[in-house]
Every structure is written in C-alpha cells, then in structure tokens.
C-alpha cells in the first residue's frame, strides 16, 4: 500500500509540473489534458475553456509519486495543514533542491544543520505548497 499526495493547482498545473521538473527532476510519467477524457464532464466540474488544462498527471520525484491536476481551474490554489518532505540523499542535493524551491517561494526555515540532520529547511514553494527537506548524510 502506498500514500500519494494528490496536488490541485487550480489552473496552474502545467506551470508547477515544469517548475518541479527543473527545481526536483521530476519526472511526467502520465498526463492527461480535459479534452482526452473519454466520458463527458459531471455538469459543472470542467469550466468553459479549461480544455487544454491538466485533468490528470503522475510525476515521479525520486522513488515517489506526486499526483496533480488543475482541479476547478479557479487560479487560487490552497495548500494547508501538510508539508512535502523530501529525505535528499546527500548535503549538496538538499541545498540545490532548497534553494530551487525558494525560486519565487518563501524561506519558512533556513537550510542547516540541526539536532537530528545535517540538512533540515522548510519553504514555501511558488504555488504555496510547504517543503520539507533534510538529509540523514
């Protein structure tokens, strides 16, 4: 059994998978735009216009899988109560990951070495979805 995470950017999808591809490398290993969908739209569930946007995606972060879509397309995104955690295999990953995160985001705890890891900082990311990195190095 696994836990994935399930990410609505409401109507900023495409922008984050790119922004998370250069910042984490992730990887897009399934993406599915609403117009591909093969059964039509719940009456209210698909906005007029939304049908280049993202119903469906799976990036791979590591040995984890992310899922996203755009959801409602509304452009207000709310990411509360949780924090991505990244466990980086090594100092020099925790710090470039940090610091590509904090491109546009907001530093919550600065990079550096704490009781329990070598590497621990949390940030906000651009989106508004809260990271955790640390390291066990």
């Not at 955690?85 to 590509?100: E, G, L």
Request: proline share 7%; glycine share 8%.
């Amino acid at each position: 059994m696994q836990i994935q995470p399930y990410l609505f950017f409401d109507g900023r999808c495409e922008e984050a998978i790119e922004f998370y591809r250069r910042a984490l490398g992730a990887e897009v290993t399934m993406l599915m735009r609403n117009k591909d969908n093969p059964e039509p739209p719940q009456r209210g569930m698909v906005p007029a216009g939304s049908e280049n946007k993202v119903m469906h995606a799976n990036l791979r972060i590591g040995d984890s899988v992310v899922l996203a879509s755009d959801g409602h397309c509304q452009g207000k995104p709310e990411f509360r109560g949780f924090s991505l955690t990244i466990v980086a295999p090594d100092t020099a990953t925790a710090d470039r990951m940090f610091n590509a995160l904090t491109d546009g985001g907001q530093v919550q705890m600065p990079l550096a070495k704490t009781f329990f890891s070598p590497r621990f900082g949390m940030v906000t990311d651009r989106f508004g979805v809260s990271w955790m990195i640390y390291t066990v190095e």
